[in-house]
């Protein structure tokens, strides 16, 4: 049975995975972010997550379009230097974990399988 964790304890899990330097929950559709960790000067993860709405919108969007009737489990954006994860949550599928990864630090699929674990935990 899994333990439901709030949001903080959730973005603390997010934040222990490998590689993570920033992490957020983000309701797509207000393009909020109900928490956030991490993070730089270089790099804002509260603009970072909002701007990454759009890519779960767009998604939903070519989704809805196609007649997919599917849901998002996860979206994987590959960059030079970092991995950014969008993992939708089940129960919520109007919120999405985000976390940045480094990508000589991360193990991107013990990544996927970690924040998997951590969305199934998450009660909000």
Do not use: W
């Not at 393009?31 to 956030?36: D, E, K, P, R």
């Amino acid at each position: 049975m899994p333990v439901n964790v709030n949001v903080k304890e959730a973005l603390d899990k997010c934040a222990k995975i490998d590689g993570a330097f920033a992490a957020a929950l983000v309701d797509y559709k207000s393009g909020l972010t109900l928490g956030v960790i991490g993070g730089n000067p270089m790099f804002n993860i509260e603009t970072a997550a909002a701007a990454n709405t759009d890519v779960v919108r767009a998604k939903m969007k070519a989704m809805n379009s196609l007649a997919l009737k599917e849901r998002i489990e996860d979206i994987l954006i590959t960059l030079g230097s970092q991995y950014h994860l969008i993992r939708m949550l089940g129960r919520n599928p109007d919120l999405f974990l985000y976390v940045a990864l480094q990508r000589d630090t991360a193990n991107l699929g013990l990544a996927r399988m970690k924040l998997a674990e951590v969305e199934r935990l998450i009660e909000v």
